[in-house]
């Protein structure tokens, strides 16, 4: 219960952060509005209107893992584009065939920053670190992956029979 608590409290803290920037300054309301979008930004709105603090917490989360976190999805080898996480950020996968192989580079050096493999089947690593990223997969099957923030406990945990 504790770790679902602090999860809680760490997306509203996040959301609310994010919503107080769209309010502040014409500059950083721009790029927060570029990462959230419109829906997000009416999403985190409607979160802060919310009177139960049972209920505004769990709409805070639920803006935060729909609202900035990313997917894709492909076959073979391919890039996902840049993205920034300024703490560290979960990397969630499923695969369908014998081959998979995930290498997160950092975007500004090129310099390897995280590599795992795995067969068939599902798992989450952690890359605990902030920067600029883009991630690399090569498979010999159809596959997806997802990045969601990390928790402020740490969170994700490799589930998955891969190397790393």
Request: aromatic content about 10%.
């Amino acid at each position: 219960m504790y770790g679902l608590s602090v999860r809680l409290v760490s997306a509203r803290i996040v959301a609310t952060t994010l919503l107080s920037l769209t309010v502040t300054g014409p500059t950083i309301a721009a790029a927060t509005d570029g990462m959230l979008g419109d829906k997000g930004i009416t999403a985190l709105r409607a979160c802060r209107a919310q009177h139960d603090e049972a209920l505004r917490l769990a709409c805070y989360d639920a803006a935060v893992e729909r609202y900035l976190s990313f997917d894709f999805a492909g076959t073979g080898r391919e890039s996902t584009p840049e993205f920034e996480s300024p703490t560290g950020f979960r990397l969630g996968f499923r695969n369908e065939d014998v081959i998979f192989v995930i290498y997160v580079f950092d975007a500004d050096t090129g310099e390897l920053a995280k590599s795992y493999s795995a067969g068939p089947g599902e798992g989450e690593v952690a890359v605990r670190q902030g920067g600029r990223f883009y991630v690399e997969v090569k498979a010999t099957g159809a596959w997806k992956i997802w990045i969601r923030p990390l928790p402020a406990d740490g969170g994700a945990t490799q589930t998955n029979q891969g190397k790393q």
